[in-house]
Structures are given as structure tokens and as C-alpha cells.
């Protein structure tokens, strides 16, 4: 069975920084593409970004230049570093396998960006 | 970026009758080479993640029930409940997958009548 696990969330303050982590069990992770979505609380869904098994990355505009997508295939585990945050970067981080359509989720970590 | 734009935002439907939610796409999201349309369907309930429902505009994922359809190609996509059972309340998210930014439409919430 598929699981991603995430965790890292928390209340930063703007201008901080944070590490998300997505660790991955029930399949062969090294070969899978990665995703980071979010989704602010009562609005809906926003691709972050992506990485693929040879470590190809994307990332949206809004988070360019102040996230960094990574992963460990030793660790089975997908991260997000986030610096530099701000009060719209408030939602839950969902972290999802890829074939271009999103097969499997995890179930979020909430991270609030507040004074 | 490609813009998805879902119709309409809501919409309130008997127990046992069709739902129709549609998804335009601002460009075409039809490979050729293949003749797929990368379009995907999400179901959202509240306090969950996102499902996978369909893909390739019409493929539906391994256990959803065969009363959810996806249907369209180009830039107009069409997901139908044919009939709309109590554990289908949810808010529903179509999604682009021909390139890059991923974009997602606004979403559309799905209730009983």
C-alpha cells in the first residue's frame, strides 16, 4: 500500500523558514516522480513543484527563488525547504506521486506563515 | 500558464440524479502523438486529501465507481455523477497535466438537494 507521511509543519513568522519532509513506503520511490501542492485554508489547490528520478526540478513563480524541492532515495523521503516566507505561503502541503495526473497523496502538514 | 476554468462553482443535486460539472481549459491539452487529452479529475472531501478519479479525460482510476465519467477533448472536459450518492459531497478539481505549471481549476462543490 502507497503511503506519504508528512511532516515539518508549524507557525513561522514572515521573513522565516522551514523544512517539510514526505516520507514514502509501499513502493519503489526512486523511480517516481515527486510533487509538492498546497492548498490555503478554504481555497483550492496550487501546484509547488516537482522533481523527477533524475532529479529534474520545477518550480511555480510564486515560490521561485525561496523553495528548494530534494529528495533522498536512500531515506525514501521528499523535502521542501522554504525560506523567506510569507503570509500567503499559509496552507497545507500536500506531497503527491506523479505521472503528470497526481496518483497518491499524503495527508498534509499545515504551515502558517504569522506575526 | 494554462487556465482551467470549472462551471459552475456549485451545485445542488437530488439523491439518485446526474450531476454534470465542466472544465475549460485556456489551451488545447491534446498530445497528437497519442490522441490523450491531459486532463485529470480530483474528489476532495473535507478534511481530506485530494483522490484521483480520472485521467486522460476519461480513464477512471481503479476502484472509483463506473457512475463517475469523464468526457470532452481539446479544451472542454465534462466529469458526470449519473447518479449522485451521499458519499459524493465533496468539492471536485480538474487539472491539467500538458505542461508545465501544473494548474488546477477553482473547483466546484458538489451537495444534495
Known amino acids: 500500500e502507497v503511503q506519504l507521511v508528512e511532516s515539518g509543519g508549524g507557525l513561522v513568522q514572515p521573513g522565516g523558514s522551514l523544512r517539510l519532509s514526505c516520507a514514502a513506503s509501499g513502493f519503489t520511490f526512486s523511480i517516481y516522480s515527486m510533487n509538492w501542492v498546497r492548498q490555503a485554508p478554504g481555497k483550492g489547490l496550487e501546484w509547488v513543484s516537482y522533481i523527477n528520478s533524475v532529479n529534474i526540478i520545477y518550480y511555480a513563480d510564486s515560490v521561485k527563488g525561496r523553495f528548494t524541492i530534494s529528495r533522498d532515495n536512500a531515506k525514501n523521503s521528499l523535502y521542501l525547504q522554504m525560506n523567506s516566507l510569507k503570509d500567503e505561503d499559509t496552507a497545507i502541503y500536500y506531497c503527491?506521486?506523479?505521472?503528470?495526473?497526481?496518483?497518491?497523496w499524503g495527508q498534509g502538514t499545515l504551515v502558517t506563515v504569522s506575526s | 500558464d494554462i487556465v482551467m476554468t470549472q462551471s459552475p462553482d456549485s451545485l445542488a443535486v437530488s439523491l439518485g440524479e446526474r450531476a454534470t460539472i465542466n472544465c475549460k481549459s485556456s489551451q488545447n491539452v491534446l498530445y497528437s502523438s497519442s490522441n490523450k487529452n491531459s486532463l485529470a479529475w480530483y474528489q476532495q472531501k473535507p478534511g481530506q486529501p485530494p483522490k484521483l478519479i480520472i485521467y486522460w479525460a476519461s480513464t477512471r482510476e481503479s476502484g472509483v465507481p463506473d457512475r463517475f465519467s469523464g468526457s470532452g477533448s481539446g479544451t472542454d472536459f465534462t466529469l458526470t455523477i449519473s447518479s449522485l450518492q451521499a458519499e459524493d459531497v465533496a468539492v471536485y478539481y480538474c487539472q491539467q497535466y500538458y505542461n508545465i505549471p501544473r494548474t488546477f481549476g477553482q473547483g466546484t462543490k458538489v451537495e444534495i438537494k
Open positions: 503527491a506521486t506523479s505521472s503528470g495526473h497526481f496518483d497518491y
